[in-house]
């Protein structure tokens, strides 16, 4: 994602999808960004100021055409071209930091 007058990348290239991202939504806020291509990495969330994935939504269908955060950014939404809509939690910095910091410290024995 570019800025047209400076021609300087916004944020970080991310390599989104195996195939291609077809659409792209910032969250509310700014600090996320939704992309949706095809299966099997339908639907990608990233930190849209250091282009770090933070999670891999799976989604029925081909390609997902359409993504979008819900106005008070708590859904994401993505359409696939057969009109098939998925829903999914659009999970907080809170709880995206805890599920890593869980991640990094290993299952509990």
Known sequence: IWDPSSRQPLIPPVRAHMQAAHAVAFSPDGRRLVTGGGAPDSVKLWDSSTG??????????????????????????????????????????????????????????
């Open 52 to 109: 770090r994935e933070l999670l891999t939504l799976p989604g029925q269908g081909s390609q997902f055409s359409f993504v979008a955060f819900s106005p008070d950014d708590r859904w994401l939404a993505a359409c696939s071209g057969e009109g098939d809509l998925h829903l999914w939690h659009a999970p907080s910095w809170e709880e995206i930091e805890a599920a890593e910091k869980d991640s990094k410290s290993g299952p509990s024995p």
